[in-house]
C-alpha cells in the first residue's frame, strides 16, 4: 500500500487540499502527517479540522504543534521575554484561534515517531526532526555519527530509513548506509519552487520506492486570507510568512538569526534592512 508523507502544512489550506487530491490520485491508501500541521498560514484551524475529519491519517508531533499549546500555557520552557513583544503577534492569534475551535490541545496526544514495519524491508522511522528533539534538523548535510546514532532503533536492531521534514526541502541521500530522506513542506516551501511538496512511500519485491511530489496551486487564495482573516495585521512574522509563501524561500530563520548576531530588535526597520542585504546578494 503507498503511503502519503507529508508536513509542514502550516496552516495552509489550499496546499493541504492539492496534496491530498494529489496523493488520492496517486493511490495512498494512508496518510502519515508528519508534525507542523499548525501556525504561520490563516487556515490553522480548517487545516487541522480537515485532516482529523479523515479516517486515514496518523500523526507525530511537531514543534509548532506544541509551540502553539506552550504558548497558551505561558509555559515556562519558552523565554518569558516574547509573550509582550509583538513580534510574536501572529503566534498568539493562531494560538486563540485553535483555542476557541476546541482543537489547541489535539496535538498532546500526538507521538514523536513512527515506526513502519514491512516482512523484508528495511525498518523505518518517521519523525518531524529527529526522534531526540523535533527541532533537529536530518538532512543530506547531517554528519555520519549522527546519522549512525540516530538509526539504532529500541529493540536493539537499526532503521535502514529514516524520514524526517521541518527544513521545508526534500533530501532524499544515502549517508554511512543509511536511507535519509525528508518530506519537503506542504504548506510553506524553501526551495524557490511554490509547489506544494510531499513524498509517498511504497513497499515493493525490490525494496522501499521513495516517490517525491510537488503539486502546483493557486496561492491567490491563501495569500488572500492572510489580511482577510486578519491574521496580517497582528505583528511582523505574519508578514514574513507570508513573504516565505510567496518567494518559497527561508526567510524568518535567516532573519532572526540576522537579529540575534548583532542584538537587533525585531521590526519593520530590521526587517527591511535584512531584505536590503538579500538584495544586494540576488543578481540584477
Given at each position: 500500500m503507498r503511503v502519503a508523507i507529508l508536513a509542514d502544512i502550516h496552516g495552509n489550506a489550499d496546499a493541504l487540499a492539492a496534496v491530498l487530491r494529489d496523493a488520492r490520485a496517486q493511490?495512498?491508501?494512508r496518510?502519515?502527517?508528519?508534525?507542523?500541521?499548525?501556525?504561520?498560514?490563516?487556515?490553522?484551524?480548517?487545516?487541522?479540522?480537515?485532516?482529523?475529519?479523515r479516517d486515514d491519517v496518523t500523526f507525530t508531533l511537531g514543534n509548532h504543534d506544541d509551540l502553539l499549546r506552550l504558548w497558551q500555557a505561558r509555559s515556562d520552557v519558552l523565554p518569558p521575554e516574547w509573550f509582550p513583544d509583538p513580534f510574536w503577534g501572529a503566534t498568539a492569534w493562531s494560538a486563540d484561534q485553535l483555542d476557541a475551535a476546541g482543537l489547541l490541545h489535539v496535538p498532546a496526544d500526538w507521538p514523536m515517531t513512527l515506526t513502519l514495519r514491512e516482512p523484508g524491508l528495511p525498518l523505518v522511522q518517521v519523525a518531524h526532526g529527529t526522534a531526540d528533539h523535533y527541532r533537529e534538523s536530518l538532512s543530506d548535510r547531517t554528519p555520519a555519527e549522527r546519522v549512525q546514532a540516530l538509526r539504532r532503533a529500541p529493540d536493539?536492531?537499526?532503521?535502514?530509513?529514516?524520514?524526517?521534514?521541518h527544513i521545508h526541502r526534500p533530501v532524499n541521500a544515502v549517508i554511512?548506509?543509511?536511507?535519509?530522506?525528508?518530506?519537503g513542506s506542504v504548506g510553506s516551501p524553501a526551495t524557490g519552487d511554490p509547489r506544494a511538496q510531499y513524498l509517498?512511500?511504497?513497499?515493493?519485491?525490490?525494496?522501499?520506492?521513495?516517490?517525491?511530489?510537488?503539486v502546483l496551486y493557486d496561492r491567490s487564495g491563501v495569500l488572500g486570507r492572510f489580511a482577510s482573516s486578519g491574521l496580517l495585521g497582528m505583528g511582523l512574522s505574519a508578514e514574513i510568512f507570508r513573504q516565505e509563501v510567496i518567494t518559497a524561500r527561508s526567510l524568518y530563520t535567516p532573519y532572526w538569526a540576522w537579529t540575534e548576531q548583532d542584538a537587533l530588535p525585531r521590526?519593520?526597520?530590521?526587517w527591511d534592512a535584512f531584505l536590503s542585504t538579500l538584495d544586494a546578494r540576488t543578481p540584477g
Amino acid at each position: 500500500m503507498r503511503v502519503a508523507i507529508l508536513a509542514d502544512i502550516h496552516g495552509n489550506a489550499d496546499a493541504l487540499a492539492a496534496v491530498l487530491r494529489d496523493a488520492r490520485a496517486q493511490g495512498a491508501g494512508r496518510l502519515i502527517v508528519n508534525g507542523d500541521v499548525v501556525n504561520r498560514g490563516p487556515d490553522s484551524v480548517q487545516v487541522l479540522q480537515t485532516l482529523l475529519d479523515r479516517d486515514d491519517v496518523t500523526f507525530t508531533l511537531g514543534n509548532h504543534d506544541d509551540l502553539l499549546r506552550l504558548w497558551q500555557a505561558r509555559s515556562d520552557v519558552l523565554p518569558p521575554e516574547w509573550f509582550p513583544d509583538p513580534f510574536w503577534g501572529a503566534t498568539a492569534w493562531s494560538a486563540d484561534q485553535l483555542d476557541a475551535a476546541g482543537l489547541l490541545h489535539v496535538p498532546a496526544d500526538w507521538p514523536m515517531t513512527l515506526t513502519l514495519r514491512e516482512p523484508g524491508l528495511p525498518l523505518v522511522q518517521v519523525a518531524h526532526g529527529t526522534a531526540d528533539h523535533y527541532r533537529e534538523s536530518l538532512s543530506d548535510r547531517t554528519p555520519a555519527e549522527r546519522v549512525q546514532a540516530l538509526r539504532r532503533a529500541p529493540d536493539g536492531g537499526e532503521y535502514g530509513m529514516l524520514i524526517a521534514s521541518h527544513i521545508h526541502r526534500p533530501v532524499n541521500a544515502v549517508i554511512d548506509g543509511t536511507w535519509v530522506v525528508n518530506t519537503g513542506s506542504v504548506g510553506s516551501p524553501a526551495t524557490g519552487d511554490p509547489r506544494a511538496q510531499y513524498l509517498l512511500l511504497e513497499p515493493t519485491a525490490h525494496g522501499w520506492q521513495v516517490t517525491p511530489r510537488a503539486v502546483l496551486y493557486d496561492r491567490s487564495g491563501v495569500l488572500g486570507r492572510f489580511a482577510s482573516s486578519g491574521l496580517l495585521g497582528m505583528g511582523l512574522s505574519a508578514e514574513i510568512f507570508r513573504q516565505e509563501v510567496i518567494t518559497a524561500r527561508s526567510l524568518y530563520t535567516p532573519y532572526w538569526a540576522w537579529t540575534e548576531q548583532d542584538a537587533l530588535p525585531r521590526t519593520q526597520a530590521t526587517w527591511d534592512a535584512f531584505l536590503s542585504t538579500l538584495d544586494a546578494r540576488t543578481p540584477g
